[in-house]
């Protein structure tokens, strides 16, 4: 007689089963196996009961629930741990390019700073500039000024024309040209060529009277109407700065008036 083991139940008798032969129940976790081989794998196990897994197969063949419970945690901290470093990451990046972006920015102003203190520094002062307080008005006589050359007051009906003479001008006509805005650059009579040069070529062409004077207490003098400055020489880097500072100013009576349609020539014309 041969034993057969069924899980948890008695299983109906083999019809091919000799007259006497019984099925006998038994636990789930015993089987005894009278008369053959007894299974060596899991498949041999299916073929002879193939209704019914065993819990060590079902154990076997697919992961527990805590096991896929483990194995989802254990994937979702390492998704969480590369999210982490990525962040980490783009914050390096945006913390490295602001850093550049203030240091690029903090170079550029030290860089400008620097330009505009080495500008300053190199800019000619205009601090020895004489300022006056003329009185205006017209006169067809001659006029005692108190400056040399004169930096205002009282001057002829008509204005010099603006430009550049070889000789002496008479002073009423300069006058009124500076009344209009001009500046008057005199300079002495032995100035040396090259400087008398220089100064025609540094001028500006409109409100500008340029002509030598005699008795100038410098080689060179800047006026405006109610400023003066005594200068070195042509090439004298303040030149430049009065005429940019005072030529068309609001100190002048009439600033933009008419520098053309009055007179030309020197003295007595």
Not at 249 to 255: D, N
């Amino acid at each position: 007689m041969r034993a057969v083991r069924v899980c948890g139940c008695s299983r109906a008798p083999n019809p091919t089963a000799h007259a006497g032969e019984a099925v006998k129940a038994e636990p789930c976790h015993l089987r005894v196996w009278l008369g053959s081989r007894v299974p060596r794998t899991l498949a041999e196990m299916r073929g002879s009961f193939p209704g019914r897994a065993t819990s060590t197969e079902e154990q076997l063949v697919s992961p527990s629930g805590s096991a896929n419970k483990q194995a989802r945690s254990s994937a979702q901290e390492k998704l969480s741990d590369l999210r982490g470093q990525q962040a980490r990451r783009e914050r390096r990046q945006r913390l490295t390019i602001w850093t550049a972006a203030i240091t690029a920015v903090v170079v550029v102003a030290g860089v400008v700073a620097a330009t505009v203190i080495v500008d300053l520094r190199n800019t000619p002062t205009l601090d020895a500039v004489a300022t006056y307080t003329p009185e205006s008005g017209h006169t067809e006589d001659p006029v005692t000024y108190e400056q040399t050359p004169p930096a205002g007051g009282e001057h002829a009906p008509a204005w010099l024309n603006c430009g550049t003479y070889e000789a002496p001008v008479t002073n009423e006509n300069a006058v009124h040209s500076m009344e209009h805005g001009a500046v008057w650059v005199t300079y002495r009579p032995d100035l040396p060529a090259a400087q008398v040069e220089t100064l025609r070529q540094s001028v500006p062409d409109t409100y500008m009277v340029l002509s030598p004077f005699d008795g100038l207490p410098a080689p060179v003098v800047a006026s405006a109407w109610g400023k003066q400055l005594t200068l070195e020489g042509a090439d004298d880097p303040r030149l430049t700065e009065f005429i940019r500072e005072f030529r068309q100013s609001p100190q002048a009576p009439e600033p933009g008036a008419a520098c053309t349609g009055g007179i030309d020539g020197g003295q007595g014309s």
